[in-house]
């Protein structure tokens, strides 16, 4: 039986993905960064081409940066060829082999 294969159009962009949302609570942390000063500047600069100030940016940047590296964790695109071939491989693991069968008669570290 196949399965359905997820669909990404062309003008999706993995900035726009879900992921968890962002709570408003009434309390607040703070992170202090020491920098450079031309690295200071630099962002200066850039937030006020973007009408944002320095600590907008920052948070807008860093989070979109985390964003994506959670996504780079989590979600992958295969072209239509791979995803068969991936669903295929899944859906047909090989035989356990004298390795598995070892690692699997082993007690846990947990256990011991």
Do not use: C, H
Request: a positive charge; zero cysteines; aromatic letters at 4%.
């Amino acid at each position: 039986m196949a399965k359905p294969r997820p669909v990404q159009s062309e003008s999706s962009s993995r900035s726009s993905a879900p992921v968890a949302p962002v709570v408003a609570s009434d309390t607040k942390g703070s992170i202090n960064l020491r920098i450079e000063t031309g690295t200071r500047k630099l962002i200066d600069d850039a937030a006020a081409i973007l009408g944002k100030t320095r600590t907008e940016f920052m948070i807008e940047s860093a989070r979109q940066q985390a964003v994506d590296v959670l996504l780079d964790q989590r979600l992958f695109t295969l072209d239509p060829e791979r995803y068969d071939a991936f669903v295929q491989a899944l859906d047909n693991p090989p035989a356990p082999g004298p390795k598995l069968r070892a690692l699997l008669r082993r007690t846990p570290a947990w256990q011991k």
